[in-house]
C-alpha cells in the first residue's frame, strides 16, 4: 500500500472549529489526486461539514465553482454556514449523490473537471448523540443519514425476521456469529421493543460473550450492518461510480475515500469495469463486459493515511483513497 505524507494540521485554519467535530481524512492527497484548478469546476459529492470543500474551494479560485451534495440536512446546513465566505462560487444541495447525473442536467453543467467521494458517515453524525449511530450512546437507535426517510435502525431490529436480520449482519456487517445475534435481538425484543443503542450493544455484547477477543467492541460489526441497511449505502454504488465519470471532462478526475472493504471492493471493481477490463471472472468466449476504455487508474494501489495522520486522528486508520482519470 501506498503511505502518503500528512501535511498541515487543521489548527490556525478558519475552520479549526469544526475540525473538532470532524477532521477530513487525507485532505492533502484528496486535493493532489483531484488536481484542482483555478477556474474549474469541482463536486463535493459527501460534503459533510466542509472540509475537503473548504481546501478545494482555496484552490479553485478565480472562476471556479464547487458544487456540494450531502443527503444529512444538519451536515449540510452547518456546511453552508462555513463555507459562508465563498457562497458566490458554491452551489450546496440537500441530495443523494445518486441523484449527481440529475443536478448537473438543472445546472446545466454537463461536464466538471473533478468528483470527491468521501463515503460513510462523519464524526459530527457519529457522536452527535440523538443520531443514534454510536453503541456507546443511550440515544434512540436511529441511524438515519438523511432524518426525511421513515426507516430507522430500531424498525429493521424489531420488524426483520430472524432470517432477514442474520442476512443483513453477515451481508453488510462480515459478522461470523450473525445467526446467534440475530437470535439472541428477537429473544430480547419478544419482552420489550429495542429501543436505544445502549440496548442493542449490550444484547449484541451478551450473544458473544466469550466469543470475540476484545480488539473491537462486540457490536462494531453489527452497527455497521444496520447502518449499511438503513442508509441503502451499497445499493446502487457501482451504477454511480460508473455514470458519474461521464459527467467528467477528458482528463477529469473522481477521487474516492471508502472506509470499509464492502465499499472498496465495489470501488475496485467500478475503475476496472471503468478502465475497460474485465470483471465477471468468466473465460474469455463467455465474457459480456463491456470493455470500453472511458476512464484509466492514477493510483495503481490504494494510498493510505501516514503516521502523523493517523496520530491525529486515528478514526482515519481503515480509509483507501482510489483515484482514475477521464480519457
Ligand atoms: C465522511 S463524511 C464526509 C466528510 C467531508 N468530506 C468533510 O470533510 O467534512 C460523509 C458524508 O457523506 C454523506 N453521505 C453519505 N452517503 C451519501 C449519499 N449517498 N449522498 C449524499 N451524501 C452522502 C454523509 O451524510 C456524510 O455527511
Sequence with gaps: ??????????????????????????????????QCRPGGTYVDATLGLGGHAWAILERIQPGGLLIGLDRDKESLEKARVHLQPF??????LHENFKNLPLVLNNLGNRLVDGILVDLGISSFQLLEPERGFSFQSDAMLDMRMDRSQRLTAADLVNDLSEERLAEILFRYGEERFSRRIAAAIVRAREHARIARCTQLAEIVSGALRGRRPHLIHPATRTFQALRIAVNQELEGLEEFFI?????????G???????????????KRSFRMLSGRCVCERTPELCTCPRREEALPVTSRPVTPGDAELDMNPRARSAKLRALERV
Design 253 to 267: 478526475r473522481l477521487v474516492v475515500i471508502s472506509f470499509h472493504s464492502l465499499e472498496d471492493r465495489i470501488v
Design 87 to 92: 457562497s458566490d462560487i458554491t452551489r450546496l
Design 1 to 34: 500500500m501506498v503511505r502518503a505524507n500528512w501535511q498541515a494540521g487543521m489548527t490556525g485554519t478558519p475552520w479549526s472549529g469544526l475540525a473538532m467535530e470532524h477532521l477530513p481524512v487525507m485532505r492533502e492527497e484528496a486535493l493532489e489526486y483531484l
Design 243 to 251: 455514470n458519474t465519470v461521464s459527467y467528467l471532462r477528458p482528463g
